[in-house]
């Protein structure tokens, strides 16, 4: 049995304030595909600013057992080569944990003209059918034959060109056909797609690879079929907006002054509005054309505010745990909207027992009603964001917490516990 990890957090109860910097990551979710893709580069690829997280390694393991060869260095770059990927049967045991393993459905079945996979893993957040892809690629020429929770793709003829409209707006479907679509024998055009930074970050690898992609964050998508090849420079994965956003929800409530250095602000729009519509002060230092830091303080007094999760360029999902946290300090009373899944408020029931004010009236709805006391407690964190905001909860509640499945909070953020420490939390992992 594998050790168990737990955070040790000693809550400032709400009083301290935490100053100093923390560095942005590269994105999971950009990096994640991105690594996918390569399966399609004969050369493979050199990647730069890959999180050095467990999700990262479960794809490096998933492709390693496909026959590709795989390095990653510490400071974050990937070196892939593809000349002997020659397997099409998916790791069950790797895949089942890893979401984003559908994503090499794609660059597997047009690689070898077939794939088998088991239905995909990853955290539990509701109904997230996996019918939308083998509707697709039944579309696109292919057929699809099960056998118990086990998929086997084929295109004996290749994959046809063709029309898709996704009747739901998924990153994964969009980024899945995308890679596919680039060996497809005619164009391919993508409608209802999704327009996260994260899929233009994969057009832009592809098209650095020869792909002849438009539309590309916009809900239209297509593609004309080309051979890749590999990048003729190194490809760098875009700064994590989702880890950028939850260091700015900590600030909100528990900062002096934090300074976010790596992030993307045009990235984060939605969040930054949001804050500061709280009262919340987020300036914007720019240093790169993309990357710049952020300063984020908690105010006197912060305000109640009503929010909805909606897909790119609206309040992301993936902070509505962590932005719940902050609503139990806000004066008033706040409301919560989940439009993207509809399990992602099971983590409420815990917030609760640390003496959080909050109903549920549904599976997608809440509201807060603050700013209330959080007490220390020992949880166990269901899925990446939820687990987060357990940590952000422990920190600013009296006592000390303890936070238990820190492997899942490990799958999208590199070594969460340094980072906070930097900023004065006191915070330890032990494993048992």
């Known amino acids: 049995m594998m050790p168990m990890d737990t955070f040790v957090v000693d809550g400032l ?33 050199k990647i730069h600013n890959v999180p050095d997280i467990a999700d990262v390694h479960s794809m490096l393991a998933l492709l390693e057992d496909l026959g590709a060869y795989a390095s990653f260095s510490k400071d974050g770059a990937c070196s892939l080569r593809m000349n002997d990927a020659g397997g099409t049967v998916m790791n069950t045991d790797i895949a089942k944990r890893l979401r984003a393993s ?11 003209g077939t794939v088998t996979f ?19 690629f039944q579309e696109l020429g292919c057929s699809v034959t099960e056998q118990g929770e086990t998929y086997t793709l084929s295109a004996k003829n290749g994959i046809h060109g063709g029309t898709l409209f996704f009747r739901v707006v998924s990153v994964t479907a969009t980024e899945t056909f995308m890679i596919a679509a680039t060996r497809a024998s005619s164009p391919v055009t993508l409608h209802n797609c999704a327009m996260e930074p994260e899929v233009v ?56 002054e934090v300074e976010i250095t790596g992030a993307e602000p045009e990235h984060l729009e939605a969040p930054i509005e949001t804050l500061r519509a709280m009262g919340v002060s987020v300036t914007i230092e720019r240093k790169q054309e993309k990357e710049s830091t952020l300063r984020v303080s908690r105010p ?12 790119y360029p609206g309040f992301p999902t993936d902070l509505q745990a962590p932005m719940a946290v902050l609503l139990t300090q806000a004066t008033g009373e706040s409301s919560i909207l989940e439009t993207v899944f509809d399990g ?6 815990e917030l609760i027992r640390m003496g959080a004010d909050i109903r549920v009236w549904n599976p997608h709805k809440a509201t807060i009603k603050g700013p209330t006391p959080l007490k220390a407690r020992d949880i166990d964190g269901p899925d990446i964001r939820a ?28 070594r969460i516990e340094k980072k ?10 032990i494993t048992s």
């Open 344 to 349: 992602r408020l099971n983590y409420v029931d």
């Open 13 to 45: 109860e709400g009083q301290a304030l935490l100053s100093g910097s923390i560095a942005v990551n590269g994105a999971k979710n950009a990096a994640l595909p991105v690594m996918a893709a390569s399966m399609l580069l004969e050369g493979g690829a």
């Open 201 to 256: 970050a994969l057009a832009d690898f592809l098209k650095q690879s020869g792909a002849v992609i438009s539309g590309a964050g916009t809900p239209t998508i297509t593609i004309h079929p080309a051979r890749l090849a590999p990048p003729l420079e190194s490809f760098r994965i875009i700064s994590d907006r989702l880890e950028a956003g939850s260091f700015l929800i900590l600030g909100a409530f528990l900062g002096k």
């Open 387 to 414: 687990g987060l905001a357990f940590l952000l909860a422990a920190a600013a509640a009296s006592g000390t917490s303890k936070i238990g499945n820190a492997h899942l909070i490990d799958r999208g953020y590199e």
């Open 118 to 136: 088991p239905h995909p893993g990853g955290c539990v957040l509701g109904s997230r059918p996996i019918d939308l892809f083998l509707k697709g």
């Open 420 to 429: 906070l420490r930097t900023l004065g939390l006191d915070i330890q992992r």
């Open 102 to 112: 559908i994503l090499l459905v794609g660059a597997v079945l047009a690689r070898h």
């Open 300 to 311: 006197e007094v912060l305000s109640a505010s009503d929010i909805r999760t909606h897909e």
